[in-house]
């Protein structure tokens, strides 16, 4: 087979963007300002350890966090419920319960108005 013609079918492909434009579904929303995989160390038991992860809205729109689901009753979570206008900045505050001992990491699932796939962040450490 030519070449040429292998080329022009792979450059065909479903899915294929020269332009190397990312695909609507999966463009954020938001720009977050802060670390995403936040590491809170060594937490003494029965401490509760807080962090506000911070994010941007980047759209010209404005963007409205719908909700944010934890993985667990030791995790709690509060957002910025108003919609974010365009350039503006909004919050989702984590605060951990550490009554069990031990190392863990935590997922904290962020969904957006106009986002299909919900933004992931992260919190981990160790209950002495």
């Known amino acids: 087979m030519n070449w040429f013609v292998l080329i022009l079918c792979w450059f065909a492909l479903p899915g294929f963007t020269g332009d190397k434009a990312p695909r609507p579904d ?3 929303v938001v720009n977050w300002l802060t670390e995403t995989d936040h590491d809170f160390g ?3 038991h029965g401490a509760t350890a807080r962090f506000v992860f911070k994010f941007q809205n980047t759209q010209s729109g404005p963007v409205v966090l719908e909700t944010v689901r934890t993985t667990c009753g030791c995790t709690a ?3 910025t419920e108003a919609p974010i206008e ?4 909004g919050e989702v505050v984590i605060e951990f319960d550490a009554n069990k001992g031990g190392a863990f990491r935590k997922k904290i699932t962020v969904f957006f108005d106009k986002q299909r796939k919900p933004e992931v962040l992260w919190i981990e450490g160790e209950v002495l």
């Open 77 to 79: 979570a509060e957002w």
């Open 42 to 44: 060594e937490l003494r």
């Open 86 to 89: 365009p350039g503006q900045t």
């Open 26 to 28: 999966t463009v954020g």
